[in-house]
């Protein structure tokens, strides 16, 4: 709900939506508060939450990754192609640059 800027009591109107186009590559980087300082990121959560899962993603989402009882959540801070949206589908191969908190977690999508 924080995303969608929702509180509780609040009407919603959901609706189906066409040709979303499959992601090139997705770039996105962990909200530094809730990163575990000695976590794999990648292989912990991001993996997890991306394999096997058509998951809808755009620039400003924010979306959360557990495991082991640990929490991250992560940013969407660009995709290819830019659109209002794209989705990140099964099967794709994700490589990802070395994780720092500071920066920007890159998993390309090929």
């Not at 830019?82 to 191969?93: D, K, L, T």
């Amino acid at each position: 709900m924080r995303v969608l800027g929702l509180t509780l009591g609040d009407k919603v109107e959901v609706c189906s939506a066409v040709d979303i186009p499959y992601g090139q590559s997705l770039y996105i980087a962990p909200i530094t508060n809730t990163h575990p300082p000695e976590a794999n990121l990648y292989e912990k959560f991001i993996l997890p939450h991306f394999l096997d899962a058509y998951r809808p993603v755009s620039v400003g989402d924010i979306f959360s990754c557990e495991s082991d009882g640990e929490r991250v959540e992560f940013e969407v801070m660009e995709t290819v192609p830019e659109s209002s949206g794209m989705i990140v589908a099964p099967g794709w191969f994700l490589k990802t640059l070395s994780i720092t908190p500071q920066l920007p977690l890159f998993p390309n999508l090929l």
